[in-house]
Nanobody
Framework: QVQLVESGGGLVQPGGSLRLSCVAS????????MGWYRQTPGSQRELVAA???????NYADSAKGRFTISRDNTKNTVFLQMTSLKPEDTAVYYC??????????WGQGTQVTVSS
């Protein structure tokens, strides 16, 4: 099993920035994708951004140009730098780990609130 611990959420004003972090521990495969998803009440969880071990990235259209995902493979950590935040970015953000064999884990979630 893989455990994920997220940090970095909080309250920020529109136009502000936040950096989320997620550390993975446990039985981690050498090749895996880590990503960030978000969910609001009554909606399905949606992909925000993901990055493979080799550094290939994938972003939701809503995140392109504002969010940057990165990872430190030596520390099994993934980051999400969020800038120019909007009220519609308000959600619970979840870290995700997915190995090539399909095994996946989720973090507990961290609340991001964008409000003046």
């Amino acid at each position: 099993q893989v455990q994920l611990v997220e940090s970095g959420g909080g309250l920020v004003q529109p136009g502000g920035s936040l950096r989320l972090s997620c550390v993975a521990s446990g039985s981690i495969f050498s090749l895996y994708t880590m990503g960030w998803y978000r969910q609001t009440p009554g909606s399905q969880r949606e992909l925000v951004a993901a990055v493979t071990t080799g550094g290939f990235t994938n972003y939701a259209d809503s995140a392109k140009g504002r969010f940057t995902i990165s990872r430190d493979n030596t520390k099994n950590t993934v980051f999400l730098q969020m800038t120019s935040l909007k009220p519609e970015d308000t959600a619970v953000y979840y870290c995700n780990y997915k190995a090539l064999n399909g095994l996946a884990s989720w973090g507990q979630g961290t609340q991001v609130t964008v409000s003046s």
